[in-house]
């Protein structure tokens, strides 16, 4: 099975399976001198690691990070140093429960990848996925973490604005609230709603899918090229490439095809310190696939968790016609977790871009 990497400067590749001993990554491309604490990395893994409240999967993994090489420690004992060679990072898997998954050994699971991937390889781990299990996305989350490092003054943060027909209210919208509820909302009023309504699809067995929005700010104007290696078009790749994403936008996205071009166009006004202001950002910070410097804006939408207690009618590798009813621990709404993966995708992106740019054009920008 080979496409395991992504990224061309900073590349990250990610190894291991849901229910193997242990899964991680090897970032490859990191420069040398960049300075972490593994706290930094931890506590972004923190917000994605499971069984946190009863809206997520109940599998307790603790996602501790090993850092295995690429690193020095400083002087102080806590701050490490990257030392341009490979960083390998490794996170043990201690909670699985493969015998959950004993009676769909032979069945697909519909909405899953099951069918798909043994048509395509011909073999399948029917333990949680495998390969194809959203557990894979801890390393990514791990590898974020190191690319928010690389691009001077990046911050990259993300919120839910939607579970099912249930929209957060912008005018609401709070960062500070972000942290502060298991659904990372940035709108407090809405939590409770939420709530109710996922305490009624999990005890239902059912799930429901979610929409996340990533803000990645401080990005420097310039990154990202005009054709085949555009900021946007890498973004997008990216976040699709999470588990259940069905849907990517950049800046208005979608909500473009309603503007006219006067409402559209991202006017812009010389600032006072001789910098360009942007007037707007319905463009979501790309221009041409070039960052314009302005706030980088990304949405995806994740359908809803496959694996549901419900049965459902499906077929077996042999070829029968079956009902699958799939037990385990699982996400109602997988959608929650996705906002530290979102964001990690794009810092990865960002930073591959910095990079690629540093290496063409000097930095120019």
């Not at 395991?4 to 090897?26: D, I, K, Q, Y």
């Not at 420690?73 to 060679?85: C, H, K, L, P, Y």
């Not at 929209?167 to 109710?196: G, L, S, T, Y």
């Not at 085949?228 to 999470?242: E, H, T, V």
């Amino acid at each position: 099975m080979s496409h395991n990497t992504f990224g061309h400067l900073f590349r990250v590749t990610t190894w291991g399976e849901s229910h193997g001993p242990a899964l991680g990554c090897v970032v490859d491309g990191c420069p040398p001198g960049i300075r972490f604490t593994h706290a930094e990395i931890q506590a972004l893994m923190d917000k994605r690691k499971p069984g946190q409240s009863r809206f997520v999967t109940q599998r307790r993994e603790d996602d501790v990070v090993k850092l295995l090489s690429g690193v020095m420690t400083d002087e102080d004992g806590e701050t490490m140093i990257s030392t341009g060679t490979p960083i390998s990072m490794l996170i043990e898997n201690t909670d699985q429960r493969s015998k959950d998954y004993g009676e769909i050994a032979r069945s697909y699971r519909p909405g899953h990848a099951d069918y798909a991937y043994d048509v395509k390889y011909g073999i399948r781990d029917y333990r949680g996925g495998g390969r194809s299990s959203a557990r894979e996305t801890a390393a990514r989350v791990a590898a974020g973490a190191l690319a928010r490092k690389v691009v001077p003054g990046l911050k990259v943060r993300g919120a839910l604005i939607q579970i099912g027909k249930h929209k957060i209210n912008r005018a609401n919208w709070d960062w500070d609230q972000v942290d502060q509820n298991p659904f990372f909302c940035p709108d407090a009023a809405m939590v409770p709603v939420w709530e109710d309504y996922l305490d009624q699809i999990r005890k239902a067995g059912s799930s429901i899918g979610a929409v996340v929005e990533v803000v990645a700010e401080g990005v420097p104007a310039g990154i990202g090229a005009p054709i085949y290696a555009k900021l946007d078009q890498d973004i997008a790749s990216l976040l699709m490439s999470i588990n259940a994403v069905k849907g990517v936008e950049i800046g208005d996205g979608f909500a473009s095809a309603e503007l006219s071009g006067e409402e559209n166009a991202d006017e812009m006004r010389m600032g006072n310190d001789g910098k360009p202001i942007f007037l707007s950002n319905h463009s979501g910070g790309i221009l041409g696939g070039i960052a314009t410097g302005e706030p980088v804006v990304a949405r995806f939408a994740i359908k809803p968790t496959s694996s549901i207690l419900s049965e459902r009618q499906s077929i077996d590798a042999d070829g029968r016609n079956v009902d699958v009813r799939t037990k385990g621990r699982h996400d109602p709404c997988v959608g929650i977790r996705a906002v530290p993966i979102g964001e990690a995708m794009i810092a990865c992106a960002i930073a591959d871009h910095y990079l690629r740019d540093r290496a063409q054009t000097g930095g120019r920008s």
